[in-house]
Nanobody, 126 residues
Framework: QVQLVESGGGLVQAGGSLRLSCAASGRTFNYYTMGWFRQAPGKEREFVSAITWNGGNTRYADSVKGRFTVSRDNSENTVYLQMNSLKPGDTAIYYC???????????????????WGQGTQVTVSS
């Protein structure tokens, strides 16, 4: 069982930055691919970014490439999402997720992840 707790969301003006954190419980954090997803009102949950168990490979949605950076610290059981140049379209609840396995290609579909956090709200004003 893995418990995930996100933090770092908030209200920011367009062009600003936020850094989301996701702290994981348990001793097997480095056996999990970690992903970030988001869900805006009235829309489906969508992939944002993911990182392999060792941080060796990352993936990003086209909409955030060049603006967001995912990273992890396995010694702290934490994954981060640095979000720069934020846009109003980035407004959503952001969720982190953990998928068991040491694949070298991080998954982008929600169904492949085993555990989810409660989400943190990110609001970008224009």
């Amino acid at each position: 069982q893995v418990q995930l707790v996100e933090s770092g969301g908030g209200l920011v003006q367009a062009g600003g930055s936020l850094r989301l954190s996701c702290a994981a419980s348990g001793r097997t954090f480095n056996y999990y691919t970690m992903g970030w997803f988001r869900q805006a009102p009235g829309k489906e949950r969508e992939f944002v970014s993911a990182i392999t168990w060792n941080g060796g490979n990352t993936r990003y949605a086209d909409s955030v490439k060049g603006r967001f950076t995912v990273s992890r610290d396995n010694s702290e059981n934490t994954v981060y999402l640095q979000m720069n140049s934020l846009k109003p379209g980035d407004t959503a609840i952001y969720y982190c997720a953990a998928g068991f396995g040491r694949s070298m290609t991080p998954a982008t579909t929600p169904g492949t992840y085993d555990y989810w956090g409660q989400g943190t709200q990110v609001t970008v004003s224009s």
